[in-house]
């Protein structure tokens, strides 16, 4: 599915929260909470970086965005992330009540927006979001690629 002009301009806002958490060595994923035009919270995986399991970009963002509107209710808004959200994020997507998601690529490994699961979409839970993928899911990619790629290599002497 492809996104819209303003899919991609916040898609770019994530993909350089991506590219932050580089900088702490957590895996390169990235989240936005938009609402409209505005941009209420934006945030990178700090899971190293805090020692948190929690400290999913998408969770980050979704508490901030909440602390930003007065309210766990996110609806009227949008997440949009640089991977599809794992299952612990897909729940908290449901209960933020986002009106949708924005991914890039794909996660047939954890993916619960789709790929393994399709927790955001499940008619026995009491809302549905409206999914848009493949959004800059090539360039999205290819930083988690680098990412693990320089992992896997031995270090130099």
């Given at each position: 599915?492809?996104?819209?002009?303003?899919?991609?301009?916040?898609?770019?806002?994530?993909?350089?929260?991506?590219?932050?958490?580089?900088?702490?060595?957590?895996?390169?994923?990235?989240?936005?909470?938009?609402?409209?035009?505005?941009?209420?919270?934006?945030?990178?995986?700090?899971?190293?970086?805090?020692?948190?399991?929690?400290?999913?970009a998408e969770?980050?963002?979704?508490?901030?965005?909440?602390?930003?509107?007065?309210?766990?209710?996110?609806?009227?808004?949008?997440?949009?992330?640089?991977?599809?959200?794992c299952p612990?994020?897909?729940?908290?997507?449901?209960?933020?009540?986002?009106?949708?998601?924005?991914?890039?690529?794909?996660?047939?490994?954890?993916?619960?927006a789709y790929?393994?699961?399709?927790?955001?979409?499940?008619?026995?839970?009491?809302?549905?979001?409206?999914?848009?993928?493949?959004?800059?899911?090539?360039?999205?990619?290819?930083?988690?690629?680098?990412?693990?790629?320089?992992?896997?290599?031995?270090?130099?002497?």
């Amino acid at each position: 599915m492809a996104g819209s002009a303003s899919d991609e301009a916040f898609m770019a806002l994530a993909l350089e929260q991506a590219r932050a958490a580089l900088d702490h060595d957590d895996v390169p994923i990235g989240a936005v909470v938009a609402r409209n035009a505005e941009v209420l919270a934006a945030a990178g995986n700090e899971r190293h970086l805090r020692g948190d399991p929690t400290a999913h970009a998408e969770v980050l963002a979704l508490r901030a965005a909440g602390e930003k509107v007065g309210s766990w209710r996110l609806e009227g808004c949008s997440l949009y992330v640089t991977l599809e959200p794992c299952p612990m994020c897909a729940g908290a997507i449901v209960l933020a009540r986002l009106d949708r998601v924005v991914y890039g690529p794909q996660d047939p490994r954890a993916g619960a927006a789709y790929s393994l699961y399709n927790i955001v979409q499940d008619p026995r839970l009491n809302h549905q979001v409206e999914l848009t993928t493949d959004v800059r899911a090539e360039e999205c990619a290819a930083l988690l690629q680098m990412f693990f790629q320089r992992k896997r290599q031995p270090p130099t002497l």
